[in-house]
């Protein structure tokens, strides 16, 4: 009575006590009936319209073509279970959203989960990666470095930045940075880490061409037959070239600042 509101149920049957029941649960019936004629005890968990409420039910039989149900009332549970789901799932859904390779591990170094970028990016589904380790993603030299990194990350907590290669499910290997960030649980330890990769390669390719431009510039600025030089807005020298150095008679240290004008 104090669980369901219900009252004088005794002698009745629950599809009486609880109009309709008999057509909106029908497979409560099926177990009821299946463990009078078998004697296995059978669990489930049922939603029983009439009553708006969730039940958790466990049936027996203490003799043949009888049963007994012992049941507890669940319905806070699974609506907090039902805010859960709501709320992971509005979480994953912003992780894929983002184009960067996000993942989630725990201590052990389990993959927890990833998102859509992450699943492109190497080649597996997220039913694939989740409880998998980097050793089953990774070529073995990478997931070598991987793990060292997630021991230190755990036995240093906090965030952990650094450069590496990853290998894409092309097979080609690029220059990225790892930020990783240890999370705690629900004791107070260390749940995992969660880990965002940047490809950098473009940017890397980026600043070779620029050194190698400098040294080109550089080579044909020294080199020059004539006079060459650099100033400011003041007219002051900011670099001379040997030729002019020569020609005026003074070094590249003397003149820088000097103002020619």
Not at 90 to 109: A, E, M, R, S
Request: one cysteine or more; glycine letters at 8%; aromatic letters at 12%.
């Amino acid at each position: 009575e104090t669980l369901t509101g219900l009252h004088n149920v005794i002698g009745k049957k629950a599809s009486e006590v609880i109009p309709g029941l008999r057509e909106s649960n029908p497979e409560m019936f099926e177990i009821y009936g299946r463990v009078a004629l078998t004697g296995k005890p059978e669990r489930f968990e049922t939603y029983v319209e009439a009553l708006q409420m969730w039940f958790s039910l466990s049936v027996y039989s203490p003799a043949p073509e009888y049963f007994v149900t012992v049941f507890d009332v669940i319905t806070d549970r699974k609506q907090a279970e039902a805010a859960l789901a709501g709320h992971l799932q509005f979480l994953q859904l912003i992780l894929d959203t983002i184009p960067n390779p996000i993942f989630v591990k725990d201590v052990q170094g389990a993959y927890l989960g990833c998102n859509t970028a992450f699943e492109d990016s190497f080649g597996f589904s997220r039913e694939e990666i989740v409880g998998q380790t980097v050793y089953d993603i990774f070529p073995r030299d990478l997931a070598d470095e991987y793990h060292r990194m997630d021991l230190l990350a755990f036995l240093t907590p906090g965030i952990q930045v650094y450069e590496t290669f990853v290998q894409t499910k092309d097979g080609t290997r690029h220059r990225a940075v790892f930020h990783k960030a240890t999370f705690i649980n629900s004791d107070g330890g260390i749940g995992g880490l969660v880990g965002v990769i940047m490809d950098i390669t473009n940017l890397k390719q980026a600043e070779e061409a620029l050194r190698l431009s400098e040294e080109r510039f550089r080579a044909i600025f020294d080199h020059a037959p004539v006079g060459i030089s650099m100033t400011d807005l003041e007219g002051r020298y900011l670099q001379t070239n040997q030729a002019l150095q020569q020609f005026l008679g003074y070094t590249s240290e003397e003149l820088r600042g000097m103002n020619y004008k």
